[in-house]
Structures are given as structure tokens and as C-alpha cells.
């Protein structure tokens, strides 16, 4: 992708977890407002604006069920301008409901993917010693709300996202600034390779295309970086000094917008020349 980004927001808080809803329309959380912001993709800062649903706490990342219904990963830990009482968890978008799941052991729910499986996939990296709880990757089977770890062995577990043949999970690790790759074996994962290293990117959201490339949000680099399926480096896509891109999806009607999130300014971007992309 070589066309410069357009802003489709700014100014709306610390802005994590887009998703796509529609063939024009997106969302995005507001982590320091408690909000899900609902936004046209074709928008402007000025224009762009749709409607807005408070959740309150630390809403982080999104994904949408079978249903449509809009999953927040709520980690409730966030500085947040919000009043609304909420615990950590998993809460659950029906329209202008907002649900709480009642996910009794999490700590601080970050970024979530659907599975093949139909199940939500996320990541916890919160720590609560007196619980004897640590950074976690989770499956929440959504019929019987059942939940197991699958992964807990990385210090801090961040975007995740499926393989297109859904048989492997990425995971990112930002402290050890580096991708891992799991099989995906049954309702767990197997044992984990490691697909890239990426010294100083603090990597984020990540999203696959549909050819098998994933994009990272490297916060601490400023960029996206494009990896390739055998783990190397194909590009890198400049998004402003400072900026700390935070996440990324998808959109569009053939999902060929890249969107998104920097954390300085608020600001939601959008790419338009990008190849076709995969659900979250």
C-alpha cells in the first residue's frame, strides 16, 4: 500500500479495537471514555460520528458473534472518563443493551477473535496475585459460556487473530516484541513457534489477509508492519511519529479499507488501497 492514510475520526479518546459492521460502517472502542463508537467508513472527523454506546470501564477489543452482536473485551482498568461501574469481563452489545457475560476469573480482557469454532478466542494479560491469576489466553464457548485457558506461559498476550485456513492462532507478545504461531488443536493449542521477531515494536492488534499476510500494529514503532506467511518482513507502512497505532481491521464491502486506531489524537485512519482482508 503506498496511498497516504485518511482520518475517518479523531479527538474521540484512546481508540482500540475496530471492527467492521457493515459494508459502510465500523466500530471502535474509546478506551478512556467507556464507549463503543460507531462510525461511517466513508466519514470525516467531522462527519463521521453514527452513534455511540457507553459500556463504561476500559473497553478494549471487539469482535462480532454469529448474530451480530458486538463482544467487548471490558478490561475495567483503565483510567476512564466513564461513571458507569462495571467489572472486568467479557460484556456483550445487543443493539443499545450492554450485557455482562460474568466471567468471574478475568483481570483485564484486551483484544478477542471468533474462531472457526464459533468460540471467542482472547487474550488477558491483566496479573491479580491475590486470585493467582497471570496473563492468559482464553476460549469462551458463547452457548455455555464455559471458559478454559489455553495459553499461559506469555507475559503479556495481546492481538490475536486466525491463520485463513483457521488452523493456527497468532499471538502477539508485546513485551517479548515478537509474533507466536499455535496450531489450533480441538478447543486448545498446541505448542507454540515462533513466527517473527520484531525488536522494538511493541506489537498490538494484529489482522490477516485474505492471502495469508498479517498486519501488526507496532505501537512503539509507529507503523504496520505486513509479515509475510514465512514470517518475514514485506512491508512497512509509516503512520506518523508518535502516532502509536494500537489496532487494525478490515472494511469495506470486499474488506480492502485497512482501518486504523492511533492512540495520539484519538484518531481513526483508514487505507484504501489495501488488499482484501479477513474477519476478525
Known amino acids: 500500500m503506498h496511498s497516504p492514510f485518511r482520518q475517518i475520526a479523531r479527538g474521540i479518546g484512546f481508540t482500540e479495537g475496530p471492527i467492521r459492521l ?21 466519514g470525516a472527523p467531522e462527519t463521521s460520528m453514527l452513534r455511540q454506546v457507553e459500556t463504561g470501564g476500559g473497553p478494549n477489543g471487539l469482535a462480532v458473534d454469529a448474530a451480530g452482536r458486538i463482544l467487548v473485551m ?13 467489572r472486568s469481563g467479557i460484556q456483550l452489545i445487543d443493539g443499545d443493551d ?23 478466542w482472547y487474550t488477558d494479560p491483566g496479573r491479580d496475585a491475590a486470585r493467582g491469576l497471570g496473563p ?31 488452523d493456527r492462532l497468532v499471538v502477539a507478545d508485546s513485551h517479548g516484541h515478537r509474533l507466536l504461531s499455535y496450531p489450533v488443536v480441538g478447543a ?12 522494538g515494536s511493541d506489537p498490538d492488534g ?26 518475514g518482513i ?7 511519529e508518535g502516532s502509536h497505532p494500537t489496532n487494525l481491521c478490515f472494511a469495506g464491502e470486499r474488506r480492502t479499507t485497512l482501518v486504523v ?20
Do not use: K, M
Not at 471490558?74 to 462495571?86: G, I, K, Y
Not at 450492554?98 to 471467542?120: F, K, M
Not at 492481538?159 to 483457521?166: E, I, Q, W
Open 22 to 42: 457493515g459494508d459502510g460502517e465500523i466500530a471502535v472502542t474509546s478506551t478512556s471514555r467507556g464507549r463503543v463508537v460507531h462510525l461511517a467508513l466513508d
Open 74 to 86: 471490558q478490561n475495567a482498568t483503565f483510567r476512564t472518563s466513564s461513571e458507569l461501574p462495571v
Open 98 to 120: 450492554v450485557a455482562d457475560l460474568g466471567i468471574p476469573d478475568s483481570v483485564a480482557p484486551n483484544d478477542g477473535a471468533i474462531g472457526p469454532d464459533g468460540a471467542l
Open 136 to 166: 492468559r489466553v482464553r476460549r469462551l464457548d458463547l452457548a455455555t459460556r464455559e471458559t478454559a485457558t489455553v495459553v499461559d506461559d506469555v507475559a503479556f498476550p495481546n492481538g490475536l487473530a486466525f491463520t485463513p485456513g483457521g
Open 188 to 199: 486448545g493449542l498446541g505448542a507454540a513457534d515462533v513466527l517473527v521477531e520484531i525488536p
Open 206 to 231: 494484529i489482522a490477516f489477509d485474505a492471502a495469508g499476510n498479517l498486519y501488526v500494529a507496532a505501537f512503539a514503532g509507529d507503523e504496520v508492519i505486513v509479515v509475510d506467511p514465512a514470517g
Open 234 to 240: 514485506a512491508e512497512r507502512i509509516p503512520t506518523g
Open 261 to 280: 486506531t492511533l492512540a495520539s489524537g484519538g484518531r481513526v485512519v483508514a487505507f484504501d488501497d489495501a488488499p482484501e482482508g479477513l474477519a476478525l
